[in-house]
Nanobody
């Protein structure tokens, strides 16, 4: 089992930046791909970014160039640096993990999920 706890959400203005963190605990040995997904009200959960243990990354087109995913393997923590935020980035952001070596974009490929952290961007 892997436990994931997100932090860093909040309310910001359009154009602002925000950094999310996700701390993993439990069975974090081995190769874990870490991902960020988001879900806006009334919408399906969508992929934002993912990173492998060796720092291979994958981004959704909607966030590419604005969001940066990174990880600190020693701290079992993954980050999502969000720049130039837009109102359409408003969502609950979820951290997820899956055993493996390659970042993936499909939610059903992830085994473990955090509780989510709210990000609200006002215009």
């Amino acid at each position: 089992q892997v436990q994931l706890v997100e932090s860093g959400g909040g309310s910001v203005q359009a154009g602002d930046s925000l950094k999310l963190s996700c701390a993993a605990s439990g069975r974090t040995d081995g190769s874990l791909v870490m991902g960020w997904f988001r879900q806006a009200p009334g919408m399906e959960r969508e992929f934002a970014a993912a990173i492998s243990r060796s720092a291979n990354t994958l981004y959704a087109d909607s966030v590419k160039g604005r969001f940066t995913i990174s990880r600190d393997n020693a701290k079992n923590t993954v980050y999502l640096q969000m720049e130039s935020l837009k109102p359409e980035d408003t969502a609950v952001y979820y951290c997820a993990s899956r055993p493996g070596y390659l970042p993936r974009s499909k939610a059903n490929e992830y085994s473990y999920w955090g509780q989510g952290t709210q990000v609200t961007v006002s215009s």
